[in-house]
């Protein structure tokens, strides 16, 4: 059974930094990517970052890059997101993420891997 577990959230000021956190298990984590998306209140969840199962390739959404970095622990079987210059418009419920299968990087749909949720508020 995939578990994908997230942690890290949280209330911060603008121009504060959090690190999430996603813990999976259940599957051979080093031949999977990884997502994180968010969700707002009366918005569609969107993509926020993914990484490739060697973690050697990233993708991020416009409005976050250059302020987060999404990463992987294989050994660990832990996917982080390091996110700096939070904005008040960075403030949703974010998610882990993984594809139904292994070795490909589409995901986001209801019949994929997702954890719970972390809540990440940012004030202004």
């Known amino acids: 059974q995939v578990r994908l577990v997230e942690s890290g959230g949280g209330l911060v000021q603008a121009g504060g930094s959090l690190k999430l956190s996603c813990a999976a298990s259940?599957?051979?984590?080093?031949?999977?990517?990884m997502g994180w998306f968010r969700q707002a209140p009366g918005r569609e969840r969107e993509l926020v970052a993914h990484i490739t199962w060697g973690g050697f390739s990233t993708y991020y959404t416009d409005s976050v890059k250059g302020r987060f970095t999404i990463s992987r622990d294989n050994a660990k079987n832990m996917v982080y997101l390091q996110m700096d210059s939070l904005k008040p418009e960075d403030t949703a419920v974010y998610f882990c993420a993984a594809p139904r299968v292994p070795h490909i990087m589409a995901m986001g749909a209801a019949s994929d891997y997702w954890g719970q949720g972390t809540q990440v508020t940012v004030s202004s």
């Open positions: 259940g599957l051979a984590f080093s031949d999977w990517g």
